[in-house]
């Protein structure tokens, strides 16, 4: 069962009526993460059931306020009172009630039954008897009741009662001024079409919230569709970049060979062979499943670093480059997150492009701590630095933003950041980067782990035999 979010409507004016904020009211509902403000939406009945008595339980004449602010309000009253004053009042109970409640409640059944001159039924029948709640039935017994005072200036309220019946709620409304004789009245009730004429405008109505409905499930489909092209254009430009920048360790291997180390060729190859692999997999299994973009595990993420500072030292040293790396945590610190995206997508992409643009002699530090239970990785290099206009690109992500030669003439994608910044966005890392033309670049990856199961006590740990030259 749902509810359409027009059925607030009456509430907020309610919140408003009393001087209150409705953001503040909202705020304060146990309903969360809807937008129910938005009258194209809808919210289940369970919600609507919690808005409502929470609602009751706020303002205890809410009643009062509901009859006021609800269907009595000064655009619909006018036109109430021209159709039941000159035409007919069966008219607004057969027709313009029962119409505005299919309009507001989806998988009700609503019908209406005239017993008299100046009687008329009312009824509610629900998919399940739970469904029914107390709040709900006073609120239109004060609508039913106030409906002649309202809308045509009559003297006396309407006399209410109501029954349940299993899965019905049974609205009985009474008043002398239903029986009013008007040759209009008597000129409506005898056309035999007006029921036929109900029931097309009550189905269309039907078929009207069928198609808001179905025209929300498309909408969601449609951002579904989106996240898996995002998720393609990342595993594409992860493939196509990453791939190339791992042909680098081919090469070193390539020298070793002719040199004749062969042992450190087949490591390099090695090496290489494990994370084309990785890439190659993760790209395959990437999908959005509860909101992770990569599939994720426990890591040691010490290891991770050496492995992913290690695979850069042949490439350092022929450019003349020094790494060198501080880290600060216990060598038996996990992380929960993907070992090849933070690996290969983020650190290695970003020492990759620290050597690309420093210069013969220069220094990288790569430093990583836990500080106040979030995890910092910095890497800093002191070359060529970002151009002001470019390093705004960057922040902003807005994808491809055209390649720049490194130092030694070294070729890119265009596409190193992007990815940088996408799979950071992923795996719940800040990004933080800062850069001085000429001067360098500091990139910094900040991750809250208070959620993650890890023994501060130890973390802040310097391994003297870590720090390398």
């Known amino acids: 069962m749902e509810v359409s979010n027009k059925a607030l409507v009456a509430y907020f004016d309610g919140v408003r009526s009393m001087g209150d904020s409705v953001d503040d009211f909202i705020a304060e509902l146990p309903v969360k993460d809807k937008n129910l403000l938005d009258v194209k939406s809808r919210i289940t009945w369970q919600e609507f059931k919690d808005i409502t008595i929470f609602f009751s339980e706020k303002y205890p004449n809410y009643t009062e306020i509901i009859s006021n602010t609800g269907v009595s309000n000064r655009i619909i009253k006018p036109f109430f009172d021209i159709v039941t004053y000159f035409i007919s009042y069966s008219l607004l109970y057969e027709f313009f009630l029962k119409l505005s409640f299919k309009m507001l409640y989806t998988n009700i059944k609503i019908d209406t039954k005239k017993l008299s001159s100046d009687s008329f039924q009312i009824i509610f029948e629900f998919s399940?008897?739970?469904?029914?709640?107390?709040?709900?039935?006073?609120?239109?017994?004060?609508?039913?009741?106030?409906?002649?005072?309202?809308?045509?200036?009559?003297?006396?309220?309407?006399?209410?009662?109501y029954l349940i019946v299993e899965d019905r709620v049974v609205f009985s409304v009474r008043n002398a001024a239903f029986a009013k004789v008007s040759i209009p009245n008597l000129l409506y009730n005898f056309f035999f079409t007006k029921k036929k004429l109900h029931e097309v405008i009550l189905k269309n109505v039907e078929y009207s919230n069928l198609l808001e409905k179905q025209n929300l499930e498309l909408e969601e489909y449609r951002k579904n569709l989106e996240l898996l092209n995002t998720e393609l254009n990342l595993s594409n430009r992860t493939l196509h970049h990453d791939v190339a920048n791992k042909l680098l360790s081919?090469?070193?291997?390539?020298?070793?060979?002719?040199?004749?180390?062969?042992?450190?060729?087949?490591?390099k190859i090695n090496q290489f062979s494990n994370s084309v692999k990785g890439i190659i997999q993760n790209s395959i299994v990437t999908t959005h499943i509860d909101g992770e973009l990569f599939e994720l595990e426990e890591?040691?993420?010490?290891?991770?670093?050496?492995?992913?500072?290690?695979?850069?030292?042949?490439?350092?040293?022929?450019?003349?480059?020094?790494?060198?790396h501080d880290f600060k945590i216990d060598q038996n610190f996990t992380i929960y997150t993907n070992k090849i995206a933070l690996q290969n997508n983020l650190i290695s992409n970003i020492m990759y492009n620290a050597i690309k643009f420093s210069h013969m002699n220069d220094s990288i530090v790569f430093s990583v701590s836990v500080c106040d239970e979030n995890l910092c990785l910095r890497i800093v290099d002191f070359g060529v630095g970002i151009p002001e206009e470019k390093l705004k690109l960057i922040k902003k992500n807005v994808g491809l933003i055209g390649s720049t030669k490194g130092t030694n003439g070294e070729k890119g994608s265009g596409h190193g950041m992007s990815i940088i910044m996408d799979t950071a966005n992923a795996l719940g890392f800040k990004v933080n980067i800062s850069s001085s033309l000429g001067n360098g670049t500091s990139i910094e990856l900040i991750k809250n782990i208070s959620q993650e199961e890890t023994d501060f006590n130890n973390v802040l740990y310097l391994d003297s035999q870590s720090s390398k030259s």
């Open 128 to 161: 399940d008897s739970t469904h029914i709640f107390h709040e709900f039935i006073n609120m239109y017994v004060e609508l039913f009741k106030t409906i002649p005072v309202n809308f045509i200036g009559c003297r006396t309220y309407s006399k209410v009662k």
């Open 299 to 324: 890591i040691n993420l010490y290891d991770l670093l050496i492995e992913a500072v290690t695979e850069y030292d042949d490439i350092a040293i022929q450019k003349g480059v020094r790494i060198i």
């Open 250 to 267: 081919l090469e070193v291997a390539k020298k070793r060979i002719e040199n004749g180390d062969y042992d450190q060729a087949v490591h």
